[in-house]
């Protein structure tokens, strides 16, 4: 699975229609003349996206149509989304709530994870078994949940990890696990990558090098590298003592 930022698309390509940019290769634009804030990518055939139209839809592209296969509604903007392979999709809104779907009975919510208290900026599922998920917010804090469907929901947080920060850009800062799921790692406003332990949630790596916001950061999918994103307009790879 990979997930994708789209922070802006062009005016003339919101309009509904369907451009091709080469042969075999289909884009889907049906959202109104706002941003898309972002894109999960389940399989080659299906993916889910975000928008501030208040709306998470799920695509198909095996189905030959233009609409979405699932549109679901948000009381505000959504601001992040992860797509289990499971059938449950997981959206994060500017009113500090997480809410998983069923796409399997759509309109639906099956749950609610509260805790955050500001915009959720970024949703991850575990990349093994999708028992558990990260967010991140705009409240300084990366937390992880667990979202199995008979967990108690009173049980369902499970970690808090303190230390990055968000400005008043107010950017959409991503969050990311390491492939074996034991380290968890989230943008920053203070210029700064940190590295958690998922475990003990102790800080393991503090990274400068940056001179501006870090906006994303991914582990390798084998290796013990990461590479960080930044508004300085630089992506820093290094490897992890």
């Given amino acids: 699975m990979a997930a994708l930022s789209m922070p802006s698309i062009h005016p ?7 451009k091709r940019s080469c042969d075999g ?13 972002n894109m999960f990518v389940s399989s080659p ?15 198909d ?3 030959h149509r233009r609409n979405a296969a699932h549109t ?27 809410v998983a779907w069923d796409i399997r009975q759509p309109g639906e919510k099956v749950f609610g994870l509260l805790g955050h208290t500001d915009t959720i900026s970024c949703l991850a599922l575990h990349p093994d078994h999708e028992t558990h998920l990260l967010s991140h917010s705009m409240d300084g804090t990366l937390r992880t949940w667990d ?36 380290m968890v790692t989230g943008g920053s406003a203070d210029r700064m990558v940190h590295i958690w ?4 949630t102790e800080e393991l790596y503090l990274l400068p090098g940056h001179s501006g916001c870090v906006n994303t950061v991914v582990f390798h999918p084998k290796e013990n590298i990461i590479a960080s994103g930044s508004s300085d307009k630089s992506i820093y790879v290094g490897e992890l003592g």
């Fill in 147 to 182: 979202i199995r469907p008979f967990c108690d929901k009173t049980k369902r947080h499970c970690k808090t990890f303190c230390g990055a920060t968000h400005n008043a850009e107010r950017r959409l800062l991503k969050c990311a696990w390491s492939r074996d799921g034991k």
């Fill in 12 to 18: 003339n390509r919101i309009r509904g229609k369907e």
């Fill in 61 to 63: 592209t095996r189905v």
């Fill in 25 to 37: 290769v289909e884009r889907f634009f049906f959202f109104s003349p706002s941003l898309f804030w």
């Fill in 72 to 98: 679901l509604e948000h009381a505000y903007q959504v601001t992040s989304i992860a797509y289990s392979s499971h059938h449950f999709v997981y959206t994060g809104s500017i009113d500090n709530t997480i």
């Fill in 197 to 200: 332990d998922e475990l003990t």
């Fill in 45 to 59: 055939c299906v993916f889910a996206s975000a928008s501030d139209d208040r709306t998470a839809r799920v695509w």
